[in-house]
Structure formats: structure tokens, C-alpha cells
């Protein structure tokens, strides 16, 4: 499609916290802004694992695209999936069209990383979309399912055992609530089997959890998992994931469900952009986030690769991209009137896991925090992020509504039901 | 599995209205009672056409079959699908299994009938489960990105059109229900097409709508839809859906939508039990619900053909799955004390249908209510069911509050998304 009108055109591909940020400074602003996105909705992924273990639902942390911009007539928003980018032309390519930009913002985020072993993914499924959440939840519900069912006590056990792979927040955040998932909400709900006698193993290749965070806080979220029922399993790699189960260090342990929250990947960068990328993929950008030689195209959130502190580069988490959103946004609004716009500089907030439903860690810049003032502080952190996303109020009070009192409502199998890899018979009951 | 210890076994297939209500009355009897059901959830199932057009999310319609079973020890939950019914040797065949039964309760519910041609399916999806109602939700929601990025205005049209077949109290809610979507959620949502212009039409082969009300009701239904922006089509027979659209009458109506609302059958019964079945497929039990010569074998809610008033037999509705449910499980109770039991009798409470979010028409028994009191009375009626499934009032709060204050907030579009019928390639922005 060329161009019609007057207004610059500013194409921005992925609705994430940085596309939308990108999109919020330029409403109302006379430039005409495209977004484009795979899908329909935006997603709150620092909560999509409790979509994972039931305790949402896909709905109270996903919001259509559309509806957030739905009374700002200079945005415009498509479904589609953008295949090339054609830099010197100003234009993206989508499967065989063309749509020219005055500006372009990509913010596509990160893909799950195998690390090379591609064929774990199938076996092992990452947390990247709510399709991939309720498979997760899918799988964790069927395990005790099938356990339930199983004529051997090996084949029980084998269901029984949970494997998360990566000790990073979503690792910790996964294993606390697979945890609490078998070990409190479902312990009245079996009657051959005791869902408490579940094993959950969180397994990390370094010395410790959370590795960006410091390291009393490490040791203290492993004892608050292991107070939980975790196992942590330290220092051991994975070798391998197969439909059996996973060999962690010199063990192979049995498990028929694993959970891959080990690595992420940027996708297409190098391809699209020609620019050179880091090791992940991500595009090594000039320091108002413009692609080298290329001042009207920009790279923002996971997908860039930007200088921050101590040889480290911005984390690749929410606020990050919120916060390049907005730079680039202002910068492109600069450009267009001709104004110099200082370098983009990253305010680190701080980090922040949850560890099950009572307990969490945070680091603001030194100053630490743990426990259940931490997970309240957590809490409330998350809110303030999702009134930045729908103000409306009712919807806020509903959300925290829906994860304080519905504990594990949210446990529904839905979808085709695969027979599983040890001809264990989930539809034979007795 | 054979029998172990002394308690009877009553083997309940299917945790619908009717399955539950016979499980609640056999709570903390001495009798082991084992309830199958091939999915995790009961559904509250009136309400499964708000999850279709996005009003609802499925976890706030459905709940884990086990977690209302948690704290009942004499009941047993299974996820399985029963293949087969031995009723002489007093046993349930599931896959390669055969389990023995004292008493047995088949409360297995019906099935979308397509009266013969099963090729409409795939284009026109019912409405029985939590799979089918997301996936005419992501039909419909696709269906308006796609008019966006159609090409040409007949492709646009045609994605534009909405076609409802099966004008009985489903197909009026549906029909009410897409209206509003299209003219009042997502009204503001578009740039490239106005949704208001949607058309959508609801196709009843009978002289009147709700054929099961009365008739000035009807008319006021019908009326009620109009002014919705609802086009409704009476007296005319659909005589071919395809990937293009729907014959009705002499017309053909190019859709890329159409859902099927026009019949249900009963599946399994003539052949399990051997026993005489109606047109529907329903089996014509004995006055205590039994399967004739099977005193100990029951069929009750929609799979059961029992004889009412007027010479019409109970309605396939909730209340009369629920009613027949609690008086098989006296009966069961009865029998083991060798005590007689009065026929089963239906208490009609009345029909309800709802049009839209403010409007419903009620029948009590010639009582009759319409317009927005009948919509409150409809709301409060599902209210008091509701408690019936889950008592927790917070559930019941967070529903009613999901329902009156979010609008069509579950709009995801998950799953697969395949390619269109018409190739137009929803993936393609601008």
C-alpha cells in the first residue's frame, strides 16, 4: 500500500509493552501510526504463567489490540505477520504486499531458545503465548489425570514427576505454582493417588537461581521453593529431554512433564535489518535505538541489543520496553519537527520474582526486599503496570479479584487430548 | 475393575445437570459412587453462548468435575470415555476395560444434529462445548480482521455476513448476542470497515421463533431482534450451507459465518441399551427412569425420552435433567432399602430465553414476562443454578460482576488461525 495523505506514516510491528508505548506517545499527534501484530491481543506476559498453572485466565491478562486504541482515530491496527523488512525502500513486506513507512519501530520480543536441541520443543514447550499456556496447562492438569488411571506404580510415578527447566524468574515462578497446584489445590481431588506426592524439580545449569539478582536472595528464594516442595537441582546442565524424561547431570529423571523456561532467541533481526546482531539475535543499535545508517527505523525491547552498566546490556523485561517505547515515540515526534533528541538512557527499577502465592524477591538497585511484604510489594507493582494498559478501574479490581480469592479456577482441559507417549490411556477410567 | 468391599457401586456416565444432581444425592450414602465424564469440567452449559461471542471466559462457565467432588470420599472422579454398556452383565466397557456396576446412571446429554448432512459441520459449527464455543469465537473475531483487510467489497461482505441457523432459544441468544458485538463492542475498533454494517441473520424454518413459547412472545422476540439490527427469516428452510454461504428458501446468502443452532440428537442410547429409542435417538424409559427390564439401569436428562403433558415428553432443559438426576438418586437409595418409589413427575418451571443484554421473554406455565424485568428475572434464575453448582459466593460475585461490567472482554483470538475459504489472507496487513 503507498501512501495517501499528508501525515507521516509510522509502522510499528509488535504490540508488546514496547509497540504499545511506541503507539500511546504518538496518539493524537499528526503522524498516521500502523500496528501490526500476529495476534489479536496484547499480552501481560510477566503473568502468563499463572495462565499456565489455572490461576488465570487467558482473558484477565489479555487485552484486543484494537480495543486499547479503539478511540484513537489516527492508530490503525491490522492482524498480520510482517515477513521482510525492505529498509532502503522504507517499506515492510507482508507474505507478497508492500507497505511503505516514513518510520519504523520493530518490536517483535523474543522467541523461546533451545539452545540448538530444537527437538526438546515438542517434548518441552516454553511460556511465550497463551496458546502455549493452556498446552502447559493442558499437560500439568492430564498428569494427574493419568496418574490417576496408571496401572503400574512406574508408570504413576512418571506422570507424577514435574521438570522445569531454568532457574531465571519464570523458572521459579512456574515451579512455585506447579507446586502449590498439586500440593494444595488439588490435594483432596484424587483417590488413587496423593497429589502431594508429586515431585516438582526446578533444574538450573549455574550455581544459582535468579543469577541478576543478588545472591542472598538467590539462597533465599531456593529454601523459600524448597519449604514449598520443590527440589532444586543446581550447577547440573541438561543434556537431554526426551518423552521419558530429562537427564539432568549424571541422572535421568523419569517425567512425562517437562517445562522449558531455560533461554530466549530474537528471530528475523539479522535478515531484516542487516545490522549485526549479539549472540541472541538482538540488533546492536546506535543510542537513540535507530538501526546503523538507517536514522527512521528503530529496534526496541528484547530485540535490541543496548549498552547499559557494568558491560551489562538493558534486560530484556517489561519496563525496559515500556521505556524505549516511549524514547523512540518522543524521538520520532523530534525527527519529524527537526529537534536533537538526547541519547535513550535506561532507569533500572529493579528485579522482581514471585515465589508461589505468599513470597517473593526484589532488588531495587541494592535496596532488597523478601517474603510477604515482597510479594504484596510485587502485587502491587504488577496493578500499577496494568493500569498503564486498560484504566479502566473495574476490570483492575476484577483481575485482583480473580488471583486473590479463585484459587486455581482456571482448570479447565480444553483441546484435542493427544494420546500420551506411554499408551497410559487417559480416556480408560478405572 | 471388579467390585471390591460391600457398598454398591452406582457408575454415573456423563457430570452434566443430570449426572451431578444423582452424584449430590448420593453424597455421604453408603454407596461408592464412580462418576465419568470424558471432559474435567461440568458446563453450565445456557451460558456457552457467551463464551462464543466473548462475553465470558470458559472458566467462568465451567469447573473442574473433581473440585466439586473434593471433599465427598464415597464419590470417585474419572476422566474417561465409556465405549460400551454390558446392562445383563451388570458392567461399563471404557476403551479394552469393563467395569462392574450395582447401578447405572447415563446422563451422556446430546449431541448437535445436522438432520442428515454431517458435511455442514465443518462450515457451520454448534454450540455443545467449551472446544466449539472458542472456536466460533475465533471465527467470528477473525471474521471481522479479515472484512479489514479484504480486498474487494464482495469479500468483504461476504466475511460481513453472520448467519444463524435455528431459531430456538440458543439460536435467538446467539443471534442477539453477535448484533451486539458487531454493533455496539467493536463499533470504534475499525478503520477500513464500519462493523455496525454487519449483517446478521437469524433463519428459522418455522412460521415463529421459540416455538415453545407463546406465540405473542415470539413476536416479540422477533421484534426485540429487529431492533438489535437483527434480520430474521421465518418460514424458510436452510437447504445448503457451504464454504461461500447458506441456501434459505429460493436465496443464497454469501457468509463466511454460519452457526448451526437447529437441532440436537442423542447419540449411543439404541445401541448401549438395547432399548426402544425415539426419533432423537432418546430412550423411552419406564416411570422411575430405568431402562425397561433393567431396573437398576436409569438413562435421565436429554438422553431420556419421558412422557410429560399434551402428549410432549420433559423438555431437553436443565431443571428437568436436574429434577430427573435427584429422583434417580432417591430411587437408587430407595431400591437398596427395598422401599417403593412414586414415578418420577416434572415439575415445568417455565422457559426462559434471553435476547441480547437487556431484553429476555419468560413463561411460567402461562405466566408470562418479557422486555428488561424478564431479563433480571433470566439473571437471578441463573444466578440461584449457579449456586447450585458451586457454593462459594465469591465465584458467584466474580461471575455476575464478569457479566455485567465487562463487555465482551474475552476477545482472543486463539488457536490455529488456518487459512480462509476465500484466500483472503488474514495475515496480510493494509
Redo the contacts between chains.
Keep these: 500500500?503507498a501512501k495517501t495523505g499528508d501525515k507521516p506514516r509510522v509502522i510499528i510491528v509488535g504490540a508488546g509493552f514496547g509497540g504499545l508505548a511506541v503507539a500511546r506517545q504518538l496518539v493524537g499527534k499528526d503522524v498516521e501510526v500502523?500496528l501490526?501484530d500476529?495476534?489479536?491481543?496484547h499480552l501481560f506476559q510477566p503473568l502468563l504463567y499463572q495462565v499456565a498453572t489455572a490461576d488465570l485466565?487467558?482473558?484477565?491478562i489479555?487485552?484486543?489490540i484494537?480495543?486499547i486504541?479503539?478511540?484513537t482515530?489516527n492508530v490503525?491496527?491490522?492482524?498480520?505477520?510482517?515477513t521482510g523488512i525492505d529498509l532502503a525502500g522504507k517499506s515492510i513486506i507482508?507474505?507478497?504486499?508492500r507497505?511503505e513507512f516514513d518510520y519504523l519501530v520493530l518490536s517483535t520480543g523474543a522467541a523461546t531458545s533451545y539452545f540448538g536441541h530444537d527437538d526438546w520443543e515438542k517434548v518441552a514447550p516454553g511460556l511465550k503465548n497463551?496458546?502455549e499456556a493452556?498446552e502447559i496447562r493442558k499437560r500439568l492438569?492430564l498428569a494427574f489425570?493419568r496418574a490417576?488411571?496408571a496401572e503400574n506404580e512406574e508408570t504413576r510415578q512418571q506422570f507424577m514427576n514435574f521438570v522445569v527447566v531454568g532457574g531465571g524468574p519464570t523458572g521459579v515462578e512456574m515451579a512455585g505454582a506447579i507446586a502449590e497446584l498439586a500440593k494444595q489445590a488439588?490435594s483432596?481431588?484424587?483417590?488413587?493417588i496423593d497429589p502431594r506426592d508429586a515431585r516438582i524439580i526446578l533444574a538450573e545449569g549455574a550455581p544459582r537461581l535468579l543469577g541478576a539478582f543478588p545472591e542472598d536472595l538467590s539462597e533465599y528464594t531456593r529454601q523459600s521453593l524448597e519449604k514449598l516442595g520443590v527440589e532444586v537441582i543446581l550447577n547440573q546442565p541438561v543434556s537431554d529431554i526426551t518423552p521419558q524424561g530429562v537427564r539432568i547431570g549424571d541422572d535421568f529423571i523419569q517425567s512425562a512433564n517437562v517445562i522449558w523456561a531455560a533461554g530466549v532467541k530474537v528471530d528475523h533481526m539479522a535478515d531484516w535489518t542487516g545490522a549485526k546482531t549479539d549472540r541472541g539475535g538482538r540488533v546492536e543499535v546506535t543510542p537513540d535505538l535507530a538501526i546503523p545508517g538507517y536514522p527512521d527505523a528503530f529496534v526496541i525491547g528484547d530485540a535490541a541489543h543496548v549498552a547499559w552498566r557494568d558491560g551489562l546490556t538493558v534486560p530484556g523485561i517489561a519496563p525496559a520496553a515500556k521505556q524505549m517505547g516511549k524514547y523512540v515515540g518522543k524521538r520520532i515526534l523530534d525527527r519529524i519537527k527537526g529537534n536533537n533528541t538526547p541519547p535513550f538512557t535506561y532507569k533500572h527499577a529493579g528485579n522482581l520474582a514471585t515465589i508461589g502465592r505468599h513470597r517473593a524477591v526484589i532488588d531495587f538497585n541494592g535496596f532488597k526486599l523478601k517474603g510477604v511484604l515482597a510479594w504484596w510489594v510485587w502485587g502491587l507493582a504488577h496493578i500499577y503496570f496494568l493500569i498503564g494498559i486498560r484504566a479502566p478501574a473495574?476490570?483492575l479490581v476484577?483481575w485482583a479479584?480473580?488471583y486473590i480469592?479463585?484459587k486455581k479456577?482456571?482448570?479447565?482441559?480444553?483441546?484435542p487430548v493427544e494420546p500420551d507417549p506411554e499408551k497410559t490411556?487417559?480416556?480408560?477410567?478405572?
Excluded at 38 to 41: C, E
Excluded at 94 to 97: G, K
Design positions: 500500500m500502523v501490526i500476529r495476534s489479536n491481543h485466565s487467558p482473558a484477565e489479555a487485552w484486543p484494537r480495543s486504541f479503539s478511540h482515530p490503525s491496527v491490522f492482524l498480520g505477520e510482517v507482508a507474505r507478497d504486499h507497505v497463551i496458546g493452556t492438569l489425570e490417576e488411571n488439588l483432596h481431588d484424587f483417590r488413587r473495574l476490570v476484577q479479584w480473580s480469592f479463585r479456577g482456571a482448570r479447565l482441559i480444553t483441546g490411556d487417559v480416556h480408560r477410567p478405572l
